[in-house]
């Protein structure tokens, strides 16, 4: 896979967007996933540890709970992705509140491995409630996730953040965030989506308060959507036809995991649909 730096996919995706087309960024459990985005057309590819949870057939969420290492399960994956991109850019997704992790160094071994960019995750951002409130106080923080962003930035990383709130948006803006990413939860759908989620013009009441927000700390941003009750295209257009400041869409479950249970259950079943050529004389026989 070719290099490209973070100025080279900015003036891509610039240029894309100047057309008025849509920005297209996929979650990668697989190599064969990464495959068929980049067939696809996807813009960006995107590869953390709930992409390897979710393809084996547990939830997304398993991705937060101590079941492995993220930020290791993020490397081994890319012996898988990276190879069979071709010209994609291909970003990690960061675990920044690992208290083992030496963040520059590790910044430094991605772009060594041939990823271009890095999104928060694991994020605090998608936990709420006392349990987040205590991640808060004991060190485990938004804040962390915004300043693994600067250092990235700093690094000519390109910079994908998930925000959750206007102020995360802000604070990622001020970070140096190339394309912000709101999220709006669990993906829904299919067989381990989630089942509450908010409705989508709430989603993108919330989506303009924020982009107004980030507007005034900086307008060379570029906003995405993602999660929540956008599982579909349908769900994705209607949210866009709300939001015109939503240069594209960000999918993970929706780009690998919900295609893939409907070909294989519908190829499944139409395989135990073919007729079988009766023998006539074979079938006489056994009456």
């Not at 057309?19 to 953390?48: N, P, Q």
Request: charged share 20%.
């Amino acid at each position: 896979m070719p290099h490209l730096t973070r100025t080279e996919i900015l003036k891509r995706l610039r240029a894309k967007i100047a057309r008025g087309e849509t920005l297209v960024g996929g979650g990668a459990g697989t190599g064969l996933s990464a495959k068929c985005e980049e067939a696809g057309g996807a813009d960006l590819i995107v590869i953390y540890n709930s992409g390897r949870y979710r393809m084996a057939g547990r939830g997304s969420l398993a991705g937060y709970m101590s079941y492995g290492n993220a930020n290791e399960i993020v490397m081994e994956m890319a012996s898988e992705v990276l190879p069979v991109v071709q010209d994609t850019p291909v970003l990690a997704g960061v675990n920044a509140t690992d208290p083992f992790c030496l963040m520059d160094k590790f910044l430094d071994d991605l772009k060594t491995s041939g990823f271009t960019g890095v999104q928060n995750f694991p994020t605090v951002g998608l936990i709420d409630g006392k349990f987040r409130r205590e991640l808060e106080e004991t060190g485990m923080s938004y804040t962390m996730e915004v300043d693994m962003i600067a250092r990235a930035h700093a690094k000519d990383m390109l910079t994908s953040p998930y925000v959750f709130n206007k102020d995360e948006t802000v604070a990622m803006a001020k970070a140096g965030a190339d394309i912000i990413v709101a999220h709006f939860g669990l993906t829904s759908g299919g067989a381990i989506g989630a089942t509450d989620t908010p409705a989508i013009d709430a989603c993108a009441a919330q989506f303009n308060d924020w982009v107004k927000a980030a507007k005034a700390v900086r307008d060379d941003l570029i906003f995405i959507c993602h999660g929540g009750p956008l599982a579909e295209p349908a769900d994705a257009q209607a949210f866009l036809s709300l939001c015109p400041d939503c240069h594209g869409f960000y999918g993970a479950s929706s780009m690998e995991r919900l295609p893939t249970e409907r070909a294989i259950r519908e190829q499944t079943a139409a395989f135990g649909n073919l007729k079988r050529a009766i023998h006539p004389q074979k079938e006489l026989q056994n009456d």
